[in-house]
């Protein structure tokens, strides 16, 4: 009996990230397969049905890749990409601390999320940081957030309306 989660393009991906060998090689793929099909900023819209689940098998793949290659200290301590993980929390906090506009605020906590989300950093490191972005985004948005017409929301945050015929 077939697997409802079987399809072409799931088998595909599968395939490509059973080649994923080292830590090193599995934070790239998912960083790339953040950038290019999940965040709001993406640039391909071909996995729209699949994005999610691919992205989680990649997940699962790098968190295995990253308990085979690191040892305890790194695992609470160090993201995929060997950097420490408060020395990139801070460097995003400071950044959103700087920011007084609330779409760079929002670009800064998107940015963040997409590079930063486990198992890239560890999550002790993740959800604090990601608390304290979410909240200054917030006292930035405050209550008049859609106060602004439609059509001037969109021309401020720079949509462009696709129809179709």
Known sequence: MPN???NPTRTEWVNKIAGLKTLAQGHAFLKDFRAKYVSVFKTDFSLELDWLWIE???EEKVAVLKQAEFN????LNVCTCGTDAQKVANESLAAMAACEDMYEAERIHINFRLACKPPVM???FFLDTDRQLGTKL??????DYYALP????RKVRGVRVVTLQ
């Open 4 to 6: 409802i989660h079987d």
């Open 56 to 58: 989680l098998k990649i």
């Open 72 to 75: 305890d200290h790194q695992l």
């Open 122 to 124: 560890p999550v002790n």
């Open 138 to 143: 917030m006292e930035l948005r405050n209550t």
């Open 150 to 153: 439609l059509e001037e929301l």
